[in-house]
């Protein structure tokens, strides 16, 4: 059976679960310390256009995976 997944970005009303996401993958890894930003360090990351990302929503609405991406370079 093929599964069909709809990618939606991010809206700035998506963040708490963005962040839960992250929170909730932090305890999977056993490491939920590791989880230092603020839910309002993602609004503001967000708004000022530092992070960015997109859903991945299932056909019966359930958001089952997400992108991040965020600003950042080395060299």
Not at 19 to 42: C, G, H, R, S, W
Request: aromatic share 14%; net charge negative; hydrophobic share 45%.
């Amino acid at each position: 059976m093929n599964k069909i997944f709809t990618i939606i970005p991010w809206k700035k009303k998506d963040i708490p679960v963005v962040y839960d996401m992250v929170v909730q993958l932090a305890i999977f890894e056993k490491e939920p310390e590791a989880v230092i930003a603020t839910l309002e360090n993602y609004y503001k990351a967000f708004e000022d256009g530092i992070i960015a990302g997109h859903f991945a929503v299932a056909e019966n609405g359930k958001t089952v995976g997400m992108t991040l991406y965020y600003e950042g370079f080395s060299t």
